[in-house]
DNA sequence: GAATCAATTCGATAAACATCAATATGTATT
DNA sequence: AATACATATTGATGTTTATCGAATTGATTC
């Protein structure tokens, strides 16, 4: 299982238990079995509701049903919850939690929400670090090595944002391009 | 501590932990401190939304701060997270779970439901076992022993409900109250 | 004490979720 | 086959919750 599989599953484990009614469900069962039925009554909950919350734990393993005549008996998988409990207990198995913390997430991320769908910059970051994600995503529409004039800058810049003007200003302030000439060669730096 | 203090433990820690992002705040504090603004940079939130998710860990007791100059530098607490996979692994403990689960409980959860601020009935519920509770409710407006007239009893049951009509046949029906006289004189049964 | 910086709180908005009643599904019993 | 019954699903509604940006608080430094 991948790191970002495990994460979800504990995810779930825990959205699964995050409900008085779900955690009371499970408390039932710890006792005995119990049909869809009396769980609701013991709840005071409608059967259907009641249903929706057994899918929840089934699909997060904690629960299992056998048909037994006209009823489901659903009753308690202790597995996961040990499982889980155990890797809660393990301490160098806590960072792994954070793995799916990566610059591309948070660059994706960042991405997703200040540009639209045909790619142009829908609104300026307030935060620097989320500016400088932008600026690095702008600056690789120009290839390194090569010269540009600053019409040509401008209207590369244009593409992503009617103010080209700071976009161009903030690409050389940030060093991600360069110019000599007073502003006659632009060019890029990283 | 009460068995529904146990139970309101668990339940904040699990609600605690059913996030996205606060499953990663604690994979990235069980590597080392944070301050509330680098974790904000790391998951790509703001730093008011990290800090209210900072929150709810804390009040969990999953969290801690310390101040630090400028900074607050939060740091895993792990003795929360032992004590709650060690109770998970003692399956005598999960029982105890169900005890909130009490007939009062219930009642009160029908009469939350199905009442306004007022004390008046929003709605008739579907449910038999519900209905009963209102009922029940609805009849400890009269004292045991004494007897009404039909008038009385339905400008009492028009506190609760426009169709006092329905509720006075009902009551009899049930057996809370019982009539004479072809509904001269009532009077409550139980 | 004024200015600065991080963190929290507040107010608003949008998405997720629990719940209900009604309908559909599927299994047993006649 | 037909009916009856328990459970699942659907559609609708109200509540909770995550998130943001702005304003405030609190603590530090000059």
Redesign the pocket.
Known sequence: MTQEDQFEKLLAFF??L?????LKIIGLLASRS???????DA??????????????L?KAGLVS?R????????SLQTDVLKDMSRQMLQEDELPKLSAPVSEDVFEQ?VLA?FLDSEGRIK?F???EKKYLVILRHVVKSFEMGKRYTEKQVSETLAAFNEDFALLRRDLVDYKFMAREGGGREYWRLE
């Not at 995050?18 to 779900?22: F, G, M, P, V, Y």
């Not at 048909?67 to 659903?74: L, N, R």
Request: net charge negative; hydrophobic share 35%.
């Open positions: 959205k699964a995050a409900d008085e009614n779900r119990y049909t869809v039925e009396d769980l609701a709840l005071g909950l409608g059967a259907s509701t009641t249903s929706h919350h057994l899918a929840k089934a049903a048909t037994d005549g006209h009823y489901y008996i659903y991320k929400t609104a970051p307030m935060q």
